[in-house]
């Protein structure tokens, strides 16, 4: 054995190869071409200054905001639309002909007749995610939408973040190939929940906060069926919030693999890290946050970092209403559907039940939120 056989051995960088120009994909959200509808929000929380914001830029026309906190729909009016119309009553909104789409933004537990009631009233609906705490619900609103012609869809707006947005672009077009594996990760510090009504969420980073991810895994993978899940979490030997801050999940896929890791009592140093490869390429972004990243995309031909464009905050919201809207005018189902989010849903319902549980779970199985 020669002393070179002695040596560890060590894993080498990628060849990067030579530097190219960024494709060009169309991951900035998109609006219709005509077609205007009258929007109503209901349920004005915190979450929808961000909705109107972004709807605001674009000219999108919000004709009525409800809340039965008068006060905060009032809020929302003076700051975003002055013109708006202000309801109590969600029901005395879907009584207008004049509304065609409404944004749901109200918590899970009272959305779910207000989803059903907007669909009856032949209402195109955007829900706030997470979309339905019981999948087999979920699966009937999907049901009652395509029976009335309309469109039901969902705000998972993670999907337009520039780096996720391209990422996902990338992937359509065929640049990374078949894609075998994707590990994100996440350490900032949540504790700002303190306090507050999210506190109370028994599962706040696996069901609240992970739902972006995974529907983002869900949309990576396309078609693939994730076989089982695997998932654990642990409060921080610091940590003073409720619920515990510290989540990971695995998920299996035929041929394919995902994991996702959650540091949610991060201090110092935080990072935002996503890894996707495929039989053709592979994309890495990284930065200290959601709204700061550096993606570079390697393939063949060489790397690329392009100069992404954008926000999740509050830009993405664009990407979701604009989605849906176009949809509606395209006469095509949503890729943010209600159908294709009971997919994604599916995993977090069982990683949650993995992480009570302490072993796999087989996605599908659990239809009710734990």
């Known amino acids: 054995m020669t002393k070179e056989d002695d040596k560890p051995h060590t894993l080498s960088a990628p060849a990067a190869g030579e530097r190219i120009e960024a494709p060009k994909l169309p991951y900035l ?25 972004a709807y605001r830029t674009v000219g999108y ?124 990760s996440v350490h900032w510090d949540h504790t700002w929940v303190k306090g507050t009504e999210f506190e109370k969420i028994e599962h706040l980073i696996l069901y609240d906060f992970a739902i972006h991810w995974f529907d983002i895994v869900t949309c990576f993978f396309g078609g693939k069926e994730a076989r089982r899940v695997y998932a654990s979490t642990a409060r921080s030997p610091v940590q003073e919030v409720k619920s515990p801050l510290l989540a990971q999940a ?22 935002d890290r996503t890894f996707v490869t495929g039989s053709d390429g592979t994309i890495i972004s990284t930065g200290p946050g959601l709204e700061d990243q550096t993606l570079t995309l ?30 509606i005018e395209e006469d095509r189902e949503p890729t943010i559907s209600g159908r294709n989010n009971l997919r994604s849903l599916e995993l977090c319902f069982a990683a949650i039940a993995s992480a009570g549980r302490h072993k796999p779970v087989e996605p599908g199985t659990v239809r009710k939120m734990p």
């Open 298 to 327: 390697y393939t063949s031909e060489g790397h690329a970092t392009p100069q992404l464009e954008g926000s999740w905050f509050p830009g993405a919201f664009r990407g979701t209403m604009g989605e849906l809207l176009c949809a």
């Open 250 to 271: 695995l998920v299996e896929y035929d041929g394919a693999q995902a994991s996702l890791a959650f540091d949610a009592d991060t201090h110092f140093g935080t990072l």
């Open 29 to 53: 959200p998109r609006r219709p071409k005509k077609y205007s509808p009258k929007i109503a929000l209901i349920a004005c929380g915190n979450i929808t200054g961000d909705h109107l914001a």
């Open 61 to 184: 026309d919000v004709a009525a905001l409800c809340d039965v906190n008068l006060e905060q729909a009032r809020n929302r009016q003076k700051e975003f639309y002055p013109k708006a119309d202000l309801y109590e009553d969600y029901r005395d909104v879907l009584r207008r002909g004049d509304i065609e789409v409404v944004d749901l933004a109200a918590h899970p537990s009272v959305r779910a007749p207000m989803i059903e009631d907007s669909l009856r009233a032949g209402k195109h609906v955007l829900s706030q995610k997470p979309f339905v705490l019981d999948l087999d619900f979920g699966e009937r609103m999907v049901e009652l939408a395509d029976r009335k012609g309309v469109r039901l869809a969902v705000n998972q707006n993670g999907r337009w973040a520039p780096h996720f947005s391209y990422t996902r672009e990338a992937i359509a077009a065929g640049l990374l190939g078949d894609v075998m594996a994707a590990h994100l």
